[in-house]
């Protein structure tokens, strides 16, 4: 583990002394601790701000708990700020009882530290708890931000948290209904924004380590396409949702061991609920919804939020209004009432009398007095808060009518989307807005909060407003025309037409409610040219494949010719699935280096095959770790899916590789864990040698101890005998690199023993020389020369000439390998195969030039190009020049490389650069060496000699 950094929170009225026995206690330990006696610098921050610093740098916060310290305005802001950061707070009670603790960390453990107490015995459990692993935080998914001038609605809060947090909180058995939890109000009252608050909460997100996933449902969800957004956020393949009955067993495969919170905000059916209602054990729901219905057909513990008290709707009316409380108007009260205490409608009528002077209060408060709340009634038949409906009304009405107007615009989108400015610049330059008007407008609306702006300039109603702005709007199919028409005036071909982050995503959406559905069909498979607009634009074919699911819901299946186009449909989506499998994980990784990451995923989650999918990720894993940005939420889900295919597959490798990319970070814990839970004895015994390897590297060696002796215990389980003899000969490699060299060698032994009982050849062969080479590694030279010699003589009774020569080969090129030339060739002039027999030519040539042998391993390289000319098929031998060549590619050789270089084909070039790639005197001039491949290819159509000789000119 890291230092642990410590940060000191007391007031000095209850036990200074204490505060400093205690620090001087802690550096002792070794800790880093921060104090403000000894700690406070002056760099040219305020107090507060070097503080707040120090609680942020810090990864323990012990609060010294006193009558003091619950009294200190200071003390509670340090602690409020440890608990928005989700800092590890540790409570000390050194003077009082216990109902000094805060609130809101009652629920953590408070050790007692009070002159009652031994010092000594408090201070180690102290000690104790502060080396105890953090638990870590649960990642948020789809997680909104919390809205501007968020009120804290502290009662409702741990409301809902005790209900979703009662079996964590106390010995609770857990049933159906205390694993889904329902926040149910009227529109507008703050369901969602509660429910963000809850998302982003530190106790709840410790609670659930996998993940907080949150989906907005709506009234019209695409549950398929929500199922499948859910399993790409559990690590899934979007294919395996293949309609919703199946989508919710597949969720119940991915969430049945995890430990995570799932939010579906803005319910309306109970069907809905359904589609998702695939808990595990340790899972729990959290559904926001108007109506009370579904939370009762299903049994679900309901909260009810009711509106703001009337001070905290006052808090917020003057937030908005940008006005202390004390500052309000007599009028505000009675505005308050008049908005029903709704924090939506509060917010636009604060938003709507910011700035101006105190008598426009009483004009705001009669225009709401006289709002019709009978046509309102009538125009939304069915709505039960006309209040809030009619707040929406009066700030809309105090809008000058171009305003209005560009506002009901937005009635155009789809519910619950977020709009780039971009969108807007184009849709109104229709009628000849430029950047800067659009600007002015959107800041005027965002401004008066009717509507809402996140960090990255995306904008987005309230589903009320939309529902106003729809109303009002009047033809919607003529303002989808208007849409369509102001991004392609001249009708030309939609794959001509620019991206701007919103057109390729949301066009056919557009189109259909356009009344141009007729159009949606020929764009998607009367040619490729959409596929590949939208695959360049968009970094991926992921959007395509959202469009031609979104065709086939289509209610213009049902028509006569529905068949045919079902047909042409899903053949669209096999030419992707085929796009799809031609990029090789070498792709993936010359894409990321390249800076194309993003297309890289794409390809990657797009694979069909969860195994295919999980090399694809790793192999962008290992290169943006290899740049500097490894990326967290890319490992979980790559370790999610190794669990995914080991449950489905029974196949257990993939677990292995997550344990290596886990040692590299390194996370050792979490390493064990998922070693433990590897179902092949092999792979197990494997996941723990690499493991205990590591630990010895950290100079952990009783824990190392420890995990080698299980690993050797789970060996005697194992039982297919080459299995058996690998997992022995890792364990040994890994015993000897930690310097346990007589363990090592009894481990060796064990597995030369067990070779004897593997009945086929060819599988004892390559046994024999993976141990040779092993012992080899280990410096047990002599040992290493015997097991060679044993899988040469083995490979006599290899009946298969084929299988006989490419044995052969391959300990040729573990006798090279192991710093034994003259044997390895005296082997490889055995081989009868001419290609297997260049093969083992090329690997002595790189193992000689590796050693610096420069002049032997030039003749060498020469008579494997020259035993080539003797392979008759073309393929073949094209194959043994291009296997020739990367190994001179590998040793700086380029021009050499480039020259032999036999496959011709533009994809097989590309991935020859990627095999060379150590060869080159630098990362950015093999990146450069690639750029201009593609680009010759892409643009200027150059024959292949051309190619390499540019190529052996720039890099050689």
């Known amino acids: 583990m890291a230092q642990i950094k410590l940060f000191i929170s007391y007031a000095r009225a209850d036990d200074e002394p204490f505060v400093e026995s205690l620090y001087e206690d802690l550096t002792c330990q070794d800790y880093n601790v921060w104090w403000d006696r000894k700690a ?41 700020h440890a608990l928005s950061i989700c800092q590890v707070i540790i409570p000390v ?108 909460d530190c106790e709840v997100r410790r609670a659930f380590p996998d993940g907080i996933f949150w989906l907005t449902i709506g009234q019209n969800p695409q549950v398929l396409s929500l199922q499948s957004q859910l399993g790409e956020m559990l690590g899934d393949n979007p294919r395996s949702f293949t309609n919703p009955d199946d989508g919710k067993r597949r969720l119940n495969t991915l969430l049945i061991d995890k430990s995570c919170l799932l939010i579906l905000d803005d319910i309306w059916e109970t069907e809905h609920v359904k589609a998702f209602d695939a808990l595990g054990e340790r899972c729990r729901m959290l559904i926001t919804t108007r109506n009370i219905a579904p939370l009762r057909s299903m049994g679900v513990s309901e909260h009810r939020l009711e509106t703001l008290e009337p001070q905290q709707a006052l808090q917020l009316l003057a937030e908005w209004a940008d006005l202390p409380v004390g500052g309000l108007p007599p009028e505000a009260t009675e505005i308050a009432e008049e908005c029903g205490n709704l924090p939506l409608g509060l917010a636009m009528i604060g938003a709507m009398v910011r700035g101006k002077p105190a008598n426009r209060w009483g004009a705001v408060l009669k225009r709401l007095r006289d709002a019709d709340l009978e046509k309102i009634r009538q125009d939304f038949p069915g709505y039960p808060y006309p209040d809030l409906m009619r707040a929406v009304q009066v700030s809309v009405d105090a809008l000058d009518a171009v305003l209005q ?65 729809r109303k009002q709007a009047g033809d919607l199919r003529a303002l989808h025309q208007r849409l369509l028409r102001a991004y392609n005036p001249d009708d030309a071909p939609w794959h001509s037409i620019a991206h701007d982050g919103y057109l390729y995503y949301f066009l056919l959406y557009h189109l259909h409610e356009a009344g141009r559905a007729e159009a949606i069909h020929p764009l998607l498979t009367a040619g490729r040219e959409w596929l590949h607009a939208s695959s360049a634009a968009c970094k991926g074919d992921g959007a395509y494949m959202a469009d031609l699911e979104f065709a086939l819901q289509d209610a213009a299946l049902e028509t ?79 370790i999610a899916l190794a669990h995914d295919i080991q449950r489905q597959y029974r196949e257990s490798w993939k677990l292995n590789t997550a344990v290596k990319l886990l040692l590299g970070v390194p996370d050792v814990p979490r390493a064990e864990q998922i070693a433990a839970s590897i179902e092949s004895a092999s792979s197990r015994a494997y996941a723990l040698s690499q493991i205990a390897a590591a630990l010895a590297g950290a100079g952990q060696t009783a824990r190392a101890a420890n995990c080698f002796e299980r690993a050797e215990e789970v060996t005697a389980s194992i039982a297919d005998a080459s299995e058996r003899a690998y997992a022995l000969r890792e364990i040994a490699a890994a015993l000897a690199a930690a310097g346990e060299t007589a363990w090592a060698a009894e481990c060796f032994e064990r597995a030369e023993g067990v070779t004897a009982s593997i009945a086929d050849a060819s599988s004892r062969a390559y046994a024999l020389r993976d141990i040779g080479t092993a012992l080899a590694a280990a410096g047990e030279t002599a040992r290493a020369a015997e097991c060679f010699e044993r899988a040469e003589g083995v490979t006599a009774s290899i009946e298969d000439a084929s299988s006989r020569a490419y044995a052969l080969s391959q300990i040729a090129a573990a006798l090279a390998g192991a710093g034994e030339y003259e044997r390895a060739e005296g082997v490889t002039a055995s081989i009868e195969s001419a290609s297997r027999r260049a093969y083992a030519l090329s690997q002595i040539a790189a193992a000689l030039a590796g050693a610096g042998e420069t002049a032997r391993a030039a003749e060498c390289f020469e008579r494997a190009e020259g035993v080539t ?42 991935r020859f650069l990627a095999a060379i790639r150590e060869g080159f005197p630098s990362v950015e001039s093999w990146v450069d060496a690639v750029r201009r491949t593609c680009r010759i290819f892409a643009w200027e159509q150059a024959s292949f000699s051309e190619i390499a000789r540019i190529l052996g000119d720039e890099a050689g």
Not at 41 to 64: C, H, M, P, Y
Not at 422 to 427: A, D, K, N, P, S
Not at 881 to 904: T, Y
């Open 40 to 80: 406070m610098e002056s760099r040219g921050k305020t107090f507060l701000q070097e503080i707040r610093d120090a609680i942020t740098n810090a990864n323990r916060f012990i609060l010294v708990v006193g009558p003091g310290a619950a009294e200190s305005s200071y003390v509670r802001a340090e602690w409020e």
């Open 93 to 200: 009670l050194r003077l009082g009882e216990y109902d000094l603790v805060p609130g809101p960390l009652k629920h953590n453990h408070c050790i007692d530290m009070r002159g009652s107490r031994p010092y000594t015995k408090a201070r180690e459990e102290l000690i104790r708890i502060l080396e105890t692993e953090d638990v870590g935080r649960g990642r948020m998914f789809s997680v909104p931000e919390l809205p501007p001038h968020f009120i804290e609605r502290s009662k409702d809060l741990e409301a809902i948290r005790s209900k979703l947090l009662a079996d964590i909180r106390s010995p609770t058995v857990v049933t159906g209904i205390t694993r889904r939890a329902g926040l149910q109000g009227m529109g507008g009252i703050g369901k969602t924004s509660l429910a963000i608050a809850l998302a982003r």
């Open 405 to 469: 107007r560009r506002y009901f615009d937005f009635a155009v989108f789809r519910d619950d989307v977020d709009i780039p400015e971009t969108v807007l610049e184009t849709f109104w330059a229709l009628d000849g807005l430029d950047a800067l008007d659009t600007e002015e407008i959107i800041d005027e609306l965002v401004d008066r909060s009717l509507l809402r702006r996140d960090a990255s300039n995306r904008l987005r109603l309230h589903d009320l407003q939309v529902d106003y702005v």
């Open 560 to 638: 006569p010719d529905g068949l045919l186009r079902l047909i042409e449909l899903n053949a669209a989506r096999q030419v992707v699935y085929a796009r799809v499998s031609r990029y090789t994980d070498l792709d993936l990784q010359i894409l990321t280096r390249l800076g194309r990451a993003e297309e890289a995923f794409s390809h990657a989650r797009l694979r069909p095959e969860l195994s295919k999918k999980f090399d694809g990720l790793v192999a962008i894993y290992e290169v943006l770790t290899e740049k500097g940005a490894p990326q967290p939420a890319l490992l979980d889900e790559i």
């Open 869 to 910: 000319t003797s392979i008759e098929d073309a393929y073949s031998r094209a194959y043994a020049l291009h296997n020739i060549a990367v190994e001179h590619g590998k040793r700086g050789h380029i021009r050499q490389a480039v020259r032999l270089q036999g496959l011709q084909d533009f994809d097989d070039y590309v």
